[in-house]
């Protein structure tokens, strides 16, 4: 792993209050991908820096019948939201939230994090440098069994 490879994230394990906060702030996101995937790019980060929150999926996800993947997290967060049954739990649709610099741009974790809860409104579970390249390759290579999200907390927690 060089250094160059290492990005600076903020990453929360999935919990319903997380959905709703997502929701709420956020809106509808601009992006989501048939593996489950919810994205939004918002420029949240220290000096506007554009942020990228990336909802993962748990490992081998599956998206409950009758809720198409774009309709999704608007359709957890309002059920959660009012005390509803949603169309799945939370937890078997997705593992946590990663934000993280979306093009690239240099940052420190330190105000990556406070930005990011500033924009949020809950603070991030750990921060850190990670190497989504490794991540990444890991995934495609056990065929998307494996969380993406307990790969970035192992790079995250010594």
């Not at 994205?39 to 220290?46: C, E, I, M, Q, S």
Request: glycine share 8%.
């Amino acid at each position: 792993m060089f250094v160059a490879d290492l990005v600076p994230a903020c990453v929360w394990r999935i919990r319903p209050e997380l959905v709703v906060a997502l929701d709420r702030q956020f809106g509808v996101p601009v992006d989501a991908y048939v593996n489950g995937s919810q994205v939004w790019l918002r420029d949240d980060g220290p000096d506007g820096l554009t942020v990228e929150w990336r909802l993962h999926p748990v490992a081998g996800f599956s998206a409950p019948r009758g809720v198409s993947t774009s309709d999704l997290l608007p359709a957890v967060a309002l059920a959660l939201a009012v005390g509803d049954d949603p169309p799945a739990p939370a937890e078997s649709l997705w593992d946590g939230l990663e934000a993280f610099s979306a093009y690239g741009e240099e940052a420190e974790p330190a105000p990556l994090a406070a930005a990011v809860t500033a924009a949020l409104g809950i603070p991030p579970d750990a921060a850190g440098l990670v190497n989504h390249a490794v991540i990444g390759s890991t995934w495609e290579t056990r065929n998307r069994q494996t969380s993406i999200v307990e790969a970035l907390f192992e790079q995250l927690e010594p």
